[in-house]
């Protein structure tokens, strides 16, 4: 059964990656805070799994360790990062140009780059989590317990 250390080394590893991937067309700064986030959104995907149901034994996966949950939590990232993704790009390239055309020292050109850049924190670590949670799913699949399809317990 993979430990909290081999899910937060698969987890931060594969959102590194993939948003690094996904990081084209934002600025250098962007892609920092972009791919630093996601490393932070991976870390926590990696762990939520374990946090809601504990490795107390090994018949602790359930609704959380599921297929289900996994396939959820990627799909909802997907679609997030598709038109709304698109959207909060396009807002925070015209948050960049707006701040750039003001002079430096301009009082505004702070929290101008504060809103860019927390989008592209929400951004990256929104991916980052998807996929450290999903890469902690499909660890636990190659288990010898496996992870139920949507939950242990069927009522």
Same mark, same amino acid.
């Given at each position: 059964?993979?430990?909290?250390?081999?899910?937060?080394?698969?987890?931060?590893?594969?959102?590194?990656?993939?948003?690094?991937?996904?990081?084209?067309?934002?600025?250098?700064? #962007? =892609?920092?805070?972009?791919?630093?986030?996601?490393?932070? !959104? $991976? *870390?926590? /995907? @990696?762990? &939520?799994?374990?946090?809601?149901?504990?490795?107390?034994?090994?018949?602790?996966?359930?609704?959380?360790?599921?297929?289900?949950? #996994? =396939?959820?939590?990627?799909?909802?990232?997907?679609?997030? !990062? $598709? *038109?709304? /993704? @698109?959207? &909060?790009?396009?807002?925070?390239?015209?948050?960049?140009?707006?701040?750039?055309?003001?002079?430096?020292?301009?009082?505004?050109?702070?929290?101008?780059?504060?809103?860019?850049?927390?989008?592209?924190?929400?951004?990256?670590?929104?991916?980052?989590?998807?996929?450290?949670?999903?890469?902690?799913?499909?660890?636990?699949?190659?288990?010898?317990?496996?992870?139920?399809?949507?939950?242990?317990?069927?009522?």
């Amino acid at each position: 059964m993979p430990g909290h250390r081999v899910h937060q080394v698969l987890g931060v590893s594969a959102a590194g990656t993939v948003a690094l991937a996904r990081s084209d067309g934002l600025p250098d700064v #962007g =892609t920092v805070i972009y791919c630093l986030s996601a490393l932070v !959104g $991976g *870390s926590v /995907g @990696a762990a &939520l799994p374990d946090t809601l149901e504990p490795a107390a034994h090994s018949h602790h996966r359930d609704v959380f360790h599921s297929g289900g949950a #996994g =396939t959820s939590v990627l799909v909802g990232a997907v679609k997030a !990062g $598709g *038109s709304m /993704g @698109a959207d &909060l790009r396009a807002q925070a390239a015209r948050l960049r140009a707006r701040r750039l055309e003001l002079p430096a020292g301009h009082p505004e050109r702070v929290g101008l780059a504060f809103s860019e850049y927390a989008i592209y924190a929400l951004l990256g670590f929104t991916v980052g989590f998807a996929v450290g949670y999903a890469t902690h799913v499909l660890a636990d699949m190659g288990t010898p317990r496996g992870v139920p399809l949507l939950a242990r317990k069927v009522a």
